[in-house]
């Protein structure tokens, strides 16, 4: 994986490419359970930020919720009934309230939780 001023100017030099196309080429990649490519854009983005001279809390994610040593993994997973849950370290970072509202919206292959009264979710 590419980082620092090698991670810059490879994003320069890809111009208009795609993103999945710069995440790919600058290596952030893995492999999933079944052999197939799993981008990996949170990191490469964070990588990016770094790069550029920003940094974004204190390495672990803000630490709510956490223990000691521990970082926000950034996946979910369906559980048995169906239900997505997330948790509390990530409703902290966004310091979400019991009663915060959401409207979903739906993408394909996605999902995004819209504040019910923000711009976002007006638009529609």
């Known amino acids: ?3 620092g001023t090698e991670l810059l100017s490879k994003v320069k030099e890809l111009g208009d490419a795609s993103k999945s196309d710069l995440v790919r080429s600058c290596g952030y990649l893995s492999s999933k359970k ?3 490519e799993r981008l990996n854009f949170t990191a490469f983005y964070e990588a990016l930020l ?3 001279g920003v940094t ?3 390495g672990n994610g803000g630490g709510i919720g956490l223990k000691a040593g521990r ?3 950034y ?3 369906v559980q048995g009934n169906g239900n997505l849950l997330v948790g509390k370290a ?5 310091d979400l309230k019991p009663g915060d ?11 995004r939780l819209v504040p019910v009264g923000s711009e976002e979710s007006d638009e529609d």
């Open 1 to 3: 994986m590419l980082t």
């Open 90 to 94: 990530y409703t902290g970072l966004l």
């Open 34 to 36: 079944d052999g197939s």
């Open 101 to 111: 509202e959401f409207e979903l919206k739906l993408g394909r292959k996605q999902i």
């Open 56 to 58: 974004l809390g204190n």
């Open 50 to 52: 770094e790069a550029k």
């Open 71 to 73: 970082k926000l993994s």
């Open 75 to 77: 996946i979910a997973t």
